[in-house]
């Protein structure tokens, strides 16, 4: 756990998107130092509760902490599920981000080689990151935010478009990311990959979150009805209007 910086805590954190509560007064705290999986069925609120805790959109009601301060800290990254790509090369597109966050020159250069080489991208370093694969983009991706060396990483969904493959590759970066200190929370309605990538599951239904519980006591006894039901998939989609989806 890294002191002055986690837990970082929900409280009664609530947000209305076009006069709809995607998330209605979330209760939760991750320590930083376990893989947290955000699973749900489409529709439950996931992606907007990942926006929120990062900090792009403003909560309607309640507070996020961070160790007990509402200041968000800039040691935080975030991976979508769709990467935008800058009309640049793949290392060009790592040293950009370094650049936006003050890391310059020698610097920036040395860490975005080091990031595409841990990712398996330095044999198309140079080349246009639009042109590259899928896969490739959301590895690129996790290069850029690995890169910024924060204590914690937002994935949404980053494995929901790709072959399996693409899928194991970028499953065993974030496993890398992990590993080196930094902490992980993710969003999934995929039950296979989080059963391979949780330590904890946060269970969200209909924008509330129905449970918070270790991912070995989630799969074999969950505490809510609504977990239940997903796991033996009989929870029906969401179809209530949101702004954004998940």
Known sequence: ???GFFPLEARGLGVTLGGHA?????????????????????GAGKSVLLRLLHGLIAPTTGAILWAGAAARPREQAMVFQRPVMLRRGAAANVEYALHVNDVRGEEARRRAAEAIQRVGLAHVAERQARVLSGGEQQRLALARAWALRPRIIFLDEPTSSLDPA?????????????????????TTHNLGFARRMADEVVFLHQGRIAEQTPAETFFHSPRSAEAAQFLKGELPWNGSPRTSPG
């Open 1 to 3: 756990m890294a002191e």
């Open 166 to 186: 693409a899928a194991n590759e970028v499953e065993r970066i974030v496993g890398e990311i992990h590993a080196a200190g930094t902490a992980i929370v993710m």
């Open 22 to 42: 995607a998330i209605a007064d979330a209760q939760l705290a991750i320590d930083g130092s376990k893989r947290v999986v955000v699973l749900g069925a489409n």
